[in-house]
């Protein structure tokens, strides 16, 4: 599967993004899917991630109450929506996906990637 993320930019501190990830196949419900960042000289970290049907959302403790994951299966598009934005929340942003979800949390449980998005949050 191929992924397409999008909706990166500059905002200050304080306000919100969207970022959105498309998937090539019309089967893109077969796909647990997630959303990871990284900074320069930093590994990459898990964000969120989201069950195949969407029922089941997880967030690192970094973002909790303030990112919102989701996806629209009709459409093969997953999201997050990112609200009160900290300069620390500046990273490139990756959209991941694999058929399984045995380590929904690390980056080596997801096989495909999208080629990121940059989120730069000024103070």
């Known amino acids: 599967v191929q992924l397409q993320a999008y909706g990166g930019g500059l905002v200050q501190a304080g306000g919100s993004l969207r970022l959105s990830c498309t998937a090539s196949e019309r089967t893109f419900s077969r796909y647990f899917m997630g959303w990871f960042r990284q900074t320069p000289g930093k590994e990459r970290e898990f964000v969120a991630s989201i069950s195949w049907s969407g029922g089941i959302t997880y967030y690192a403790d970094s973002v909790k109450g303030r990112f919102t994951i989701s996806r629209d299966n009709a459409k093969n598009t997953v999201s997050l929506q990112m609200n009160s934005l900290k300069p620390e929340d500046t990273a490139v942003y990756y959209c991941?996906?694999?058929?399984?979800?045995?380590?929904?949390?690390?980056?080596?449980?997801?096989?495909?990637w999208g080629q990121g998005t940059q989120v730069t949050v000024s103070s």
């Open positions: 991941a996906a694999d058929e399984d979800a045995i380590r929904r949390r690390t980056p080596t449980g997801f096989r495909y």
